[in-house]
């Protein structure tokens, strides 16, 4: 299963935008970018996932370069809300296999 | 409304016990799964049911049997509980299996469970 690396952790002003990004070099062609957070306390929750093209939704934008070795997440504009530990997740043939994270401080 | 529920939230129970958890999801959902998230906040997949049958079964002792009575409830037993065993265990389900298509993980909150 290919693998993804990610920052142990990021900080960020609140209301500023937030790049999170993540490094999967042995990505295969069928393998798709999913990306979700796990607030404090709770569950994770998918925020939004690609193959090739950006993507947008009304909680993130995913930035996917070209050769598809990377990904970027892209909160537009932070809030306390937000912080949570973010997953970058590249989904196989049947299941998905989570790293260890990106923890997101955002600064009051 | 609660979309994905377990029960209990925290279960502190003694090693040789044996406990179960339970899950349900008002998703309309065919398929459901259980993770395990240990102390060092490592999310692996367990098992995965779609529409009652086995899917997934990762390398996990068989101390732990899954049961799914219907496509709603997904519950976990696990018998002679270990040490090792505490984590915090998290139900999901997703509308197809997530070899099928790219339908996204609804997880509930967790189950926090500690072996003394």
Avoid at chain 1, 7 to 32: F, K, Q, R
Avoid at chain 2, 34 to 39: E, G, H, L, V
């Amino acid at each position: 299963d290919a693998k993804t690396t990610q920052p142990n952790s990021m900080e960020s002003n609140e209301e500023e935008p937030v790049h999170l990004p993540c490094n999967h070099s042995t990505i295969s062609g069928t393998d798709y970018i999913h990306w979700y957070r796990q607030l404090p306390s709770q569950g994770p929750e998918y925020v939004i996932h690609g193959l090739t093209s950006n993507v947008n939704n009304r909680m993130a934008s995913l930035a996917i370069a070209e050769d598809r070795k990377s990904s970027t997440l892209i909160l537009h504009r932070a809030t306390l809300r937000d912080a949570a530990v973010y997953y970058c997740i590249l989904k196989g043939t049947y299941k998905y296999i989570f790293g260890t994270g990106t923890r997101l401080k955002v600064l009051a | 409304d609660t979309a994905v529920s377990q029960t209990p939230k925290y279960l502190v129970t003694q090693m040789g016990n044996d406990k179960s958890i339970k899950c349900e999801q008002n998703l309309g959902h065919d398929t459901m799964y259980w993770y395990k998230q240990d102390s060092k906040k490592f999310l692996k997949i367990m098992f995965s049911y779609n529409n009652k049958e086995l899917i997934i079964n990762e390398t996990v002792p068989n101390r732990f049997s899954p049961k799914s009575p219907d496509k709603a409830h997904l519950n976990l037993h696990i018998n002679s509980l270990e040490l090792g065993d505490s984590a915090v265990y998290f139900c999901a389900s997703s509308y197809l299996p997530t070899g099928t298509d790219n339908s996204p993980l609804h997880f509930g909150n967790g189950t926090r469970l500690t072996v003394t």
